[in-house]
């Protein structure tokens, strides 16, 4: 059975930083490509960072450039998000996505996700 369990959300003032790990388990971890997901109330699931499978290549979502890093850990089957810089628009729910894709077929996994909420 896959699992992809994100952790680290929370309450955090503007300007604040934040760390989200999401750790995978049921798959070859280092054979995917991670990447985090956000979703604001009464938004669409947006694409915020991307990470490849063996971690040489990372992507980011203009919106985020410069503030958040992408990272991931193939030895502990996890992946990180590091949040600085946040604003009141970087609260949403976060989520953790895997992909594997061969010739044949793509392979698609998504966490629960998780809160984060910055505030003042």
């Known amino acids: 059975q896959v699992q992809l369990v994100e952790s680290g959300g929370g309450l955090v003032q503007p300007g604040g930083s934040l760390r989200l790990s999401c750790e995978a388990s049921g798959i070859t971890f280092s054979d995917y490509a991670m990447s985090w997901y956000r979703q604001a109330p009464g938004k669409e699931r947006v694409w915020v960072a991307r990470i490849t499978s063996v971690g040489g290549s990372t992507g980011y979502a203009d919106f985020v450039k410069g503030r958040f890093t992408i990272s991931r850990d193939n030895g502990k089957n996890t992946v990180y998000l590091q949040m600085t810089s946040l604003k009141p628009e970087d609260t949403a729910v976060y989520y953790c996505?895997?992909?594997?894709?061969?010739?044949?077929?793509?392979?698609?996994?998504w966490g629960q996700g998780t809160q984060v909420t910055v505030s003042s």
């Open positions: 996505n895997a992909v594997r894709r061969t010739v044949f077929t793509t392979q698609d996994y």
